[in-house]
């Protein structure tokens, strides 16, 4: 019954999951990153509200598909969660809240949406929404480094053909005939060499800082 | 380890399809956990198709503009007007997420105690709450129950309905099974809609559909009477006797 989680578990809004990994953040960098710089960092999105939910929702869409998107890693998935968050945002938001609160109130909701949605597909949470992500999605900041850096560090530590093999599937999207093709191996090779060189990018990955 | 599984969940995403849930090891959960980042890097990946924003949007005006309920929605307005009284904003706090954590706080009871009484690996059968030392609470007047089929009533542990049906009195919780969003009642359709994730129940608890893999729980049920004009359900002793 992983999809009807009891509220002592999870409840739809963890009050302190993550303020917990805030602290935990806030200790491990400067002392300096106070709540105060948070406000001020905050208050620079501006304080004024939308006129509507439809003003909030043109506003904030297409982030937080690509947030998403980013965590589940398909279009699918990618629409019916930012479907289901907005569903069940947009109806107890007071449109007199303030942007950043409302984004807030949106990447809370999407936090569980997400964590939700791992508990019914595979029981463990491959993803998530750490503190500096929703920090970046309330502050419309770009990530420091972002996904694509990421995948290119992991890449650039594997051997050619995994490393070949992963970018045609992955990243040019290639049906796995063509990215065969372009390889010069037999559709069978191309599919087992793909799986050791997904399983050889897990270990990179590991290593490799987020 | 399966590697069958685990291919057909990356080929499902490589095709940017929904893959199918499995119960994964921990290696099964790092190769999809590379796989996503792997996606998430490809060029354009993150942009929403215009027919996608185009249909949410519909989707969400006709959710928004023409719901017509007997409103258990002040409920959810004060609670979130309170939440969102917090002037001072904070990281923490904001993240918190308001509104609906003070709702669900206000309800966490009603949920525990019906969780409780549910055995791990069960069907799930509808709960009737009958305490044991409980007490009856007046929730509306007779005349209110009479002026409309449903009436949202909300006392300090339990938010609910009083469905009257020609004169004979139901009393249902109004608290979603899932994961405990408050339910709207929907009087066109018969029924109580859950705003979070779109489940819905009949005016007698009984689940009417919902989207989870797995099952969702009907509705527990109230003992309700009349006592004079009063119309009162009966409670568990409050939370903090």
Known sequence: ?210 | MKPGRVASFVNALLRNRSPRAFDPDSEDAEAIRAAIELRAAQPGAAEPTDDFIRELQGRLRERFESTSTVDAGDLSEHQTTEAFAHRTLTRRRMLEGAGIAAAAAALGVIGDRVLEHAPANRELSQQALVPDNGHWVTVASGDQVAASRLTAFKTEDVVGFIVNEAGILRATSGVCTHQGCLLKANEAASRFDCPCHGAAFALDGRVLFHQFKGQLAPLPTLEVRRAGNDVQVLLPPPKSA
């Not at chain 1, 595979?122 to 929703?134: H, K, R, Y």
């Not at chain 1, 920090?135 to 050619?160: C, G, M, N």
């Open chain 1, 1 to 210: 019954m992983a999809e009807c989680a009891p509220p002592e578990e999870t409840p739809p809004f963890s009050l302190g999951a993550l303020g917990h990994d805030a602290d935990r953040n806030t200790a491990a960098r400067s002392g300096s990153h106070t709540d105060g710089d948070t406000i001020r960092r905050l208050n620079s999105v501006g304080s004024e509200a939308y006129p509507d939910w439809e003003a909030i929702y043109l506003d904030n869409v297409k982030r937080l598909y690509g947030l998403m998107y980013s965590r589940v890693g398909n279009r699918s998935d990618a629409e019916d969660l930012t479907s289901e968050i907005f569903m069940a945002a947009l109806r107890p938001l007071r449109t007199t809240a303030s942007k950043p609160e409302v984004r807030a109130y949106l990447v809370a909701t999407a936090r569980t949406t997400l964590a939700a949605y791992w508990r019914r597909k595979l029981g463990v949470e491959i993803t998530s929404i750490d503190v500096d992500s929703a920090i970046q999605f309330i502050d419309e900041t770009p990530p420091d480094k972002d996904s694509t850096d990421r995948a290119e560090a992991v890449l650039s530590q594997l051997p050619d053909r995994y490393r070949r093999i992963l970018e045609l599937r992955f990243l040019q999207s290639l049906p796995l005939r063509e990215a065969a093709n372009e390889m010069g191996v037999s559709v069978g090779n191309a599919k087992v060499l793909q799986h050791r060189a997904l399983r050889l990018a897990a270990q990179v990955a590991k290593d490799v800082v987020p």
